[in-house]
């Protein structure tokens, strides 16, 4: 049986991960007080909006593995007043999830991130700062017609772009926020859905990682994984792909 080892401290958690990105950028301090290591894998805690704590799973199989098979005394730290809570593993391993626990729906995602600026393009020239609190409700509704998914919600501290049209009209738009390490993170970039394929997409994307990277030397994102669409468009400008995650709610018998 693969032993798992009980880790503390960030230091320790980046060295485990070879100072991997994710870790990096989403876990702080008072996160990493305690993790867990198998086989060349770990489990360690997160957050992002939400008080409450989620557990990823990253690494090798059998790690991982390991390390599901052990969700109960991961839990019994993380989350010992809830019966159910939420796991991240690697989507081509969350079979073995079910197969282990009773596992609610949930939602298949994908992490990205760049220490590269794009190129500079003079489409770049129409992307400018939205006030998302002045024009809360107009940011909104725009959300809500052509990015439905978008979970960054306009007057929360984020920084907004976006590209008009003549009449001042949003055309697209994006969020420059924060992971909980301090990283510029892209969220909730929308097209007027009548306007896609006129590189909209491409000049509020490329605009604002390009800021961010100049300004601080990285910008990471996330996507839900059925948007093949913006998957490519990150990939032709300069991010890696370095996790695609499986969200599940776990029920654990106590």
């Known amino acids: 049986m693969t032993a798992v080892v009980t880790g503390h401290g960030l ?3 980046l060295a485990e991960t070879g100072a991997h990105p994710f870790v990096r950028w989403e876990v702080t301090d008072e996160l990493a007080t305690t993790w867990w290591s198998a086989a060349g894998a770990v489990a360690f805690q997160r957050t992002r909006k ?3 704590r989620t557990v ?3 690494g090798d199989d059998d790690g991982v593995t390991a390390l599901l098979d052990h969700l109960p005394e991961i839990a019994a730290t993380v989350s010992p007043e809830r019966r ?7 989507q081509h391993l969350e079979p073995r999830l079910r197969e282990r626990y009773r596992v609610l729906d949930g939602g298949d995602w994908e992490w990205f991130h760049t220490t590269t ?8 020239e129409r992307v400018l700062p939205l006030d998302d609190v002045a024009r809360a409700g107009e940011v909104r509704t725009f959300l809500e017609a ?3 998914t978008a979970d ?14 003549a009449d001042g009209s949003l055309q697209a738009v994006a969020a420059w926020g924060t992971t909980r390490a301090g990283a510029p993170h892209l969220s909730s970039v929308a097209v007027d859905t009548g306007l896609r394929g006129q590189g909209l997409g491409r ?3 490329g605009a604002v990682t390009r800021a961010a990277v100049l300004e601080s030397g990285v910008c990471t994102l996330g996507m839900y994984s059925h948007n093949a669409v913006a998957r490519s468009l990150y990939l032709s400008l300069g991010y890696d792909r370095l996790c695609a995650w499986s969200s599940r709610p776990v029920v654990i018998d106590r």
């Open 11 to 13: 230091d320790g958690l």
């Open 50 to 52: 939400a008080v409450r």
């Open 56 to 58: 990823n799973v990253l």
């Open 84 to 90: 159910a809570f939420s796991v991240s593993v690697p």
């Open 117 to 124: 600026a794009p190129a500079e393009s003079p489409s770049h």
């Open 146 to 148: 052509h990015s439905p």
């Open 152 to 165: 960054t919600e306009p007057g929360q501290g984020e920084r907004w772009f976006a590209v008009e049209g």
């Open 203 to 205: 000049a509020v994307v």
